[in-house]
């Protein structure tokens, strides 16, 4: 197999991932960076995990900018979108973050298209799938979900998540383009880091596990292994069924809560710091208004059902 696949934001937690999986796997990649000097960071994480980087080569691209992106798609055969902005600190606009994440998608599909891959692997989110107004306490999130962007209590982020996947599957229908595109929509994900550079979601770990707060949100969150993840996205390639999907990533829901107390046991040299109260709900969004970061916390209780069959289970291991 000598497949080239572009990853775009490859210096991302979890788009390492996915390059390295898709190197063990015998691609090429080349992967999209906004600033080439990125580019010895993330070929030394992949390198100390084992990959072959004489099959990686980096290109600079800029998903606010439509430099580059024709030159990044040319000669590949698929595309693993993965760059999109996800602050931890949440913008007081709720649409500010709208316009980077649907334009910088639409330049990527449109690069596709020209560059006629076989196959394009959207990363979105279930935040794209969870949040509507007068929703139960507890729902089921199935495929044909969505997520209403216009409910005035969401982060920035989640507006730009659905609107940018909106964006995505509307063009893909103009364009005739439904069984090449796949939407990856992971839940919480979490997960070891390549190197020191770690997610937003680990983010909320570390938070954690340095007692940044008396006591944790009364949230719930499906969760997926990141590792699982990019297994998820390299198969969404070139599975037959994969196209014209959205791919649930999730594995089951864990409150924060019962990932303190997970971490608790796990390092309990940080036991002590490590909080296992819960804050009541008012009071986190009352925080919220003076600390924004705490935004991108909601609680919520959700559980994951894809309303086909899974694909994991069409995917020859």
Request: overall charge positive; aromatic content about 6%; hydrophobic content about 40%.
């Amino acid at each position: 197999m000598n497949d080239q696949v572009l990853v775009t934001g490859i210096s991302g937690f979890i788009a390492k991932h996915i390059a390295l999986r898709l190197l063990q796997g015998g691609y090429r990649v080349r992967g999209t960076l906004r600033t080439p000097v990125r580019a010895e960071e993330v070929r030394r994480a992949l390198q100390s995990h084992g990959a072959d980087v004489s099959q990686l080569s980096f290109i600079e691209a800029d998903l606010g900018s439509d430099s580059g992106w024709a030159e990044a798609a040319e000669g590949c055969a698929y595309i693993q979108h993965v760059a999109s902005p996800f602050p931890m600190k949440q913008p007081r606009d709720r649409e500010s973050l709208v316009p980077q994440a649907r334009q910088g998608a639409l330049r990527v599909l449109e690069a596709a298209r020209k560059a006629d891959v076989k196959r394009i692997v959207f990363t979105s989110s279930m935040v794209a799938m969870m949040y509507r107004a007068n929703r139960p306490e507890k729902i089921e999130v199935k495929e044909n979900d969505w997520t209403d962007p216009d409910w005035d209590r969401l982060s920035a982020y989640i507006v730009s998540k659905t609107r940018a996947e909106k964006s995505a599957w509307d063009w893909a229908k103009e364009k005739g383009w439904m069984q090449r595109l796949s939407v990856v929509n992971p839940g919480f994900v979490l997960g070891p880091a390549l190197d020191g550079k770690t997610g937003t979601s680990l983010d909320v770990i570390r938070l954690i596990m340095e007692g940044a707060y008396p006591a944790v949100p009364p949230a719930h969150y499906p969760v997926v292994d990141v590792r699982d993840l990019a297994e998820l996205h390299v198969r969404a390639m070139t599975a037959k069924d994969a196209g014209d999907r959205r791919l649930i990533g999730a594995a089951g829901t864990l409150s924060i809560v019962e990932m303190a107390r997970i971490l608790r046991s796990t390092f309990p040299d940080h036991a002590k710091k490590i909080p296992t109260r819960t804050l009541p709900g008012f009071l986190v969004k009352f925080m919220a208004i003076f600390d924004r970061s705490l935004k991108s916390v909601i609680p919520t209780s959700v559980s994951c059902r894809s309303q086909k069959t899974p694909i994991s289970q069409k995917l020859p291991v």
